[in-house]
């Protein structure tokens, strides 16, 4: 399947019982998907998607990756909630996170860049638990920008 618009959007979606080894893709590199809800990848899937945006207003949207890997970037741009249900690789693309909340619930996440912590268009709280994250180039936070819990 080719996004081959400007901007594609859906509110959940999960791709599932595909046979051989599905392809999602971009026609070019300005191609956007907009998510509304919940994402689920197929195993074994190939991801390509220029640019995905998670937009919800809810909280308790689930991303499962099923060990897919993110070929374009990413960003949580909506006032919603996100919770990653496996881990989270794009090891040559950017996370962007400018707001709402981002629960990577322990999972691990590979990235070539996070951020920008400290140029969001609203209030973020980032739950990152117990994860490991890999960002292969930059991830520009100040001390400003973090608040601890006790």
């Given amino acids: 399947m080719t996004v081959n618009t400007t901007t594609a959007e859906c509110n959940n979606i999960t791709w599932n019982?595909?046979?051989g080894t599905p392809l999602f893709n971009s026609a070019n590199a300005s191609n956007t998907l907009n998510i509304f809800g919940s994402?689920?990848?197929?195993?074994?899937?190939l991801y390509q998607v220029a640019v995905t945006n998670y937009r919800?207003?809810?909280?308790?949207n689930i991303l499962t990756s099923n060990d897919v890997k993110i070929?374009?970037?990413?960003?949580f741009s909506g006032i919603g909630g996100?919770?990653?249900n496996d881990k989270f690789?794009?090891?040559?693309?950017d996370l962007n996170f400018t707001n709402g909340n981002l629960n990577t619930n322990n999972q691990p996440l590979t990235l070539k860049n996070f951020g920008p912590l400290d140029k969001g268009t609203g209030a973020r709280t980032l739950t990152l638990g117990n994860s490991i994250i890999t960002v292969n180039r930059n991830w520009p936070i100040s001390v400003m920008a973090v608040r601890q819990s006790l």
């Avoid at 994402?39 to 899937?45: A, D």
């Fill in 17 to 19: 019982g595909v046979a």
């Fill in 39 to 45: 994402s689920v990848w197929q195993t074994g899937m």
């Fill in 56 to 60: 919800s207003t809810n909280i308790g």
């Fill in 71 to 75: 070929q374009g970037n990413t960003t």
């Fill in 82 to 84: 996100w919770i990653l």
């Fill in 89 to 93: 690789s794009s090891p040559a693309n």
